[in-house]
């Protein structure tokens, strides 16, 4: 069931030519070892953990929200059943904990072995605490652009500020470097999601394969939706509230995305996502980096501000 | 959440008075560190780890498993549903490993909280092994006693074996020691789960507090059941493989319990009982421990082997 998720295998266990991900977090932490001229073979295991951290959370994430297909194929819990599912969830949180206490190199780095694997478990405890808050707000009464950001610097931003802190356990381990990486990841992933946010409602569909306003056909309260439920007023008000809780009612996306223009939610979300990336550059700036890792880190950066899909 | 499967609060927050469960791992593992001499401070974060390991499989397998209630109080997830409560057990996770790797004293002890870790962590995917043939045995054709008495070395067994292993780790940390602990635990642990198998037929209704043929009654195919079921012929296999199989009709506890008695089913269970008993009495006379600890964990072995209820 593991190397299912992973994309390795099918469900009958013969090998697949299926996506296995992008495997972003691994490439980040690896890519910032580098820059810092770090030790690649010694973040190799640590990088690996990531991702089996992250399709942990997937397998889990997928029973909790009834998801039935992922990357194009049916999700673990469709295939083996929930209990299952919980269960190869929990196994892959426990390689992901063991192929991070093998970094380090040799022997003689139990040290740095055991910072990584304090900084990824620290970093998986945001993600359940954010996951907590995901949920929660589902039902939530009042949800405030302030809880809307605090949930997803812990549930989407925190694995990418551990991958790059790894990268910088593993050159070097200097605190000041760490705590830099730290910020330009919790930055970096805060805007992936704002942006991500925005592909939501206005992406091109020629582009995203999505339809036209999807999150909010799936009454998905993203983070330009909570700023209109919040500061719009009058019958506005009334009608978003009313698309985002009445469920025997499709929601209008046309509606609903002159309310938010109207109330200026698409710049005020832009606006955001400008100054998270302006905080990733601030802490990208103090970084003790090569010129080949910065113009790569600010490519990356520009990438997940920008991005059309 | 967390806090109301360890039995701090209730369910709204308030001070709780209720059963905390017996912290048996933490116990014994502090047990095996003094009986060795180890150093009982550095050996508490991971002792504690244990407690919390333990409690995160009881939250995910009460939703595995649809269980109402655990140490007579609604389970986690039938308070706050099913999605909340796999969050809550991958933050007791979470918190399992982080108090781990704080075990060691002060911070020149790296290597040990490491190792310590790695034990756990290892520990817990045998759990989830043995969890994963669990649910896979429910639906099985054909379980026979070797396939359970390697589910439950995992599942049953193997956060026992890691109890005692981390008690050697912080007294010493020898590889020999170590061994031996992880196999006295091991067979401790195969006692433990025999001993609530016969009890589950054959306990005292007035002492265990459950119904006679408890088990028989729940269909829980457990060691003489499987045995029975390997082992009988002609009418009386015909019979017990109905009883466990035709949920239309409840269990005659009394036609099953004479079949285990004619199969020879209880004194096959008691031998493999008093085999492991054995094995682990084998593992404990190689430990370096002190009089006063033997004493202790003889005696352990024994409440284990004989308890009834």
Redesign the interface.
């Known amino acids: 069931m593991a190397r299912y998720q992973l994309g390795q295998v099918n469900a009958d266990g013969s090998p697949a030519a299926t996506d296995r991900g992008k495997a972003v977090r691994p490439t980040l932490c690896l890519l910032m070892c580098e820059a810092l001229g770090g030790d690649l073979e010694a973040a190799l295991p640590a990088a690996a953990g990531l991702e089996l951290l992250h399709n942990f959370t997937l397998v ?1 994430d997928d ?3 009834d998801d039935e297909t992922r990357r194009h194929r049916p999700t673990v819990w469709v295939v083996w ?4 599912a ?3 969830g ?2 892959l ?3 992901a ?2 192929s991070v ?1 093998r970094s380090g190199g040799n022997g003689a780095s ?2 740095l ?2 910072d990584a ?2 900084v990824v ?2 970093g ?2 945001l993600v ?2 954010g ?2 808050l995901d ?2 707000f589902e039902t939530a009464a009042n949800v405030g652009v302030a809880d809307y950001l605090d949930m997803i610097a812990r549930k989407s931003a925190a694995l990418l500020a551990v991958a790059f802190e790894l990268g910088a356990i593993f050159a070097g381990n200097d605190p000041a470097t760490r705590a830099a990486c730290r910020a330009y990841g919790r930055e970096l992933g805060v805007v992936f999601q704002i942006r991500d946010d925005v592909l939501g409602i206005w992406g091109d569909p020629a582009v995203t394969g999505k339809p036209v306003g999807a999150d909010i056909q799936k009454r998905k309260k993203t983070l330009p939706i909570i700023h209109a439920l919040e500061t719009s007023d009058g019958p506005d008000r009334t009608r978003l509230r009313s698309m985002f809780s009445d469920n025997r009612v499709p929601p209008d996306v046309e509606a609903a995305t002159a309310i938010l223009e109207r109330a200026g939610s698409r710049d005020f979300t832009e606006h955001r996502l400008r100054q998270h990336a302006h905080q990733a550059g601030e802490a990208l700036s103090q970084l003790p980096v090569s010129d080949w890792g910065r113009r790569n880190l600010e490519a990356v950066a520009t990438y997940i501000a920008t991005r059309d899909r």
Not at 81 to 84: A, D, K, S
């Open positions: 889990h029973v909790m929200d059943g929930r209990p299952q919980i269960d190869a929990d196994l949180h426990v390689l904990t063991l206490l139990a040290p072995a055991k694997t304090e478990t620290q998986c405890r359940t605490e996951q907590h949920i929660a």
